[in-house]
Structures are given as structure tokens and as C-alpha cells.
């Protein structure tokens, strides 16, 4: 049954669904699928590519950024920092010089 504005509220009947809710219990994460996220700036596009995939990281995006202080093709800044644990899947934020 439907309820509508003519059903008495004892006929209604509420429940709390969890929607969206975050699980009860997180699964661990392997450690072999956290690395040490390598230092890919001041280097050419190719090169930053290279070691990322390298270190198991596939989800690498580059963006236009002009910056003055590298070359035209040279990357200078990522997201997250170097030097930090991070989870393979995650994507990873490369600006380079055009």
C-alpha cells in the first residue's frame, strides 16, 4: 500500500534505510598496493609517465599549467606530494609546462 494524505498515520508505516552510509566494517588494504608515491617534478612529460607506471601508479592525469621556471614539456608540480604513502588506484595530478 501506498500511503497518501487521506491514510490514517496508524496505517504508516517508517523504516530508516542506510543509504550511502559508509560500511560498517572497512576491509584493510594490502600493503603491497600502498607504495611511496615518487618525486615526478622538473622532469619531461615522458619521463614522469614512465616512473609513475613504473611504480604501479596507472591513473596519472596531466594538465596544462604555464609555468616559467621549466622548460616547455617539463613537469612542475603533483598532487598528492611526493614522499607520501598513497594507494595505486588513486589518481594521480601532473601539471606540466606546454
Known amino acids: 500500500m501506498v500511503p497518501n494524505r ?3 498515520a496508524e496505517q504508516i508505516s517508517t523504516i530508516e534505510v542506510p543509504y550511502g ?6 576491509a584493510p588494504i594490502a600493503p603491497e598496493f600502498i607504495t611511496l608515491l615518487p618525486n615526478v617534478t622538473n622532469l619531461p612529460m615522458a619521463d614522469a609517465n614512465n ?7 596507472t591513473h596519472v592525469k596531466f594538465i596544462k599549467e604555464a609555468y616559467d621556471g621549466v622548460p616547455s614539456g617539463y613537469t612542475h608540480r603533483q598532487e598528492p606530494m611526493y614522499d607520501l604513502f598513497v ?3 588513486r589518481e ?3 601539471w606540466y609546462n606546454p
Open 6 to 8: 487521506f491514510t490514517p
Open 21 to 26: 552510509s559508509e560500511p560498517r566494517t572497512q
Open 51 to 57: 616512473i609513475l607506471f613504473q611504480a604501479g601508479y
Open 87 to 89: 594507494e595505486r588506484i
Open 92 to 94: 594521480i595530478k601532473v
